[in-house]
């Protein structure tokens, strides 16, 4: 038998802030962001785990501090992840659809969107410079 099974996907002019979470509940990965099943959102949700530790380091449990992190956290990813999703929202319906027709794919990136070249989309996803891990527990022993 044949099972079928809906798949959500935000678009790109969807994602905001709002997208993860609210107050000090934090939504990461694919809650937060879904897309077509093109590998980005594995790597997504691992940038999430990193930036929103980043964030929080140093921040207080339950201060004003720590909501100021959550919510500079979410403004930079949500910002981060408008053309990723956009791009694999065009990659995914040229792909799926088969359909290499320019305007088809374009439309798929929304009105507010630009789709990217391959180079393009590389260079945004491989040329981001993480802090080590060894930096961020330095900072995590000096805040303890």
């Not at 996907?9 to 709002?18: K, L, V």
């Not at 909501?67 to 500079?72: M, R, V």
């Amino acid at each position: 038998s044949v099972v079928e099974h809906g798949l959500y996907i935000r678009s790109p002019a969807d994602m905001s802030p709002e997208a993860y979470g609210k107050g000090r509940v934090v939504v990461i990965g694919d809650a937060a962001h879904p897309m077509r099943p093109t590998g980005q959102g594995l790597n997504q949700a691992v940038e999430d785990c990193w930036a929103l530790g980043k964030a929080l380091v140093g921040a207080s449990s339950v201060k004003a501090t720590e909501l100021k992190a959550i919510q500079d956290f979410r403004g930079l990813r949500s910002e981060r992840l408008k053309p990723i999703m956009a791009y694999t929202l065009a990659a995914g319906e040229a792909a799926y659809k088969q359909n290499d027709d320019e305007t088809v794919v374009r439309m798929a990136t929304g009105l507010d969107t630009e789709v990217m070249t391959s180079q393009q989309f590389s260079d945004l996803l491989y040329t981001k410079e993480f802090e080590s891990l060894d930096g961020l527990l330095q900072q995590l022993q000096v805040a303890a």
